[in-house]
């Protein structure tokens, strides 16, 4: 059975930045896409950010992100990052790391089939 974990939220202040990692167990991650969605209180799942399988590489960021967040994986660690930086009020939302089935270069146009969901991190950014 797949396990994802999520670790790396905090409380930060407005300007600073975080990294989320995405660690599995049961799964190897290298040849599998992996995405990041969020969810403020009272708002929907929020899709972000995916990177696709190794071979490929290809990434995607919502554009509520693109600038400001960074999605990378280290295959040595089975672990997948989402660096974070100039983080506003708004980003603050829990975090959930997925395996996602359908390919990253369609995130921006429907809500992706996804496979396994982690348990999430909370991320508070406030002054």
């Known amino acids: 059975q797949v396990q994802l974990v999520e670790s790396g939220g905090d409380l930060v202040s407005p300007g600073e930045s975080l990294r989320l990692s995405c660690t599995a167990s049961?799964?190897?991650?290298?040849?599998?896409?992996i995405g990041w969605f969020r969810q403020a209180p009272g708002k929907e799942r929020e899709r972000i950010s995916c990177?696709?399988?190794?071979?490929?590489?290809?990434?995607y960021y919502a554009e509520s992100v693109k600038g400001r967040f960074t999605i990378s994986r280290d295959n040595a660690k089975n672990t997948v990052y989402l660096q974070m930086t100039n983080l506003k009020p708004d980003d603050t939302a829990v975090y959930y790391c997925?395996?996602?089935?359908?390919?990253?270069?369609?995130?921006?146009?429907?809500?992706?089939?996804?496979?396994?969901w982690g348990q999430g991190t909370q991320v508070t950014v406030s002054s």
């Open positions: 049961g799964e190897t991650l290298d040849s599998r896409r």
């Open positions: 997925v395996i996602g089935i359908s390919s990253c270069s369609s995130w921006s146009r429907r809500f992706p089939v996804i496979q396994d």
């Open positions: 990177i696709s399988e190794t071979s490929d590489g290809s990434t």
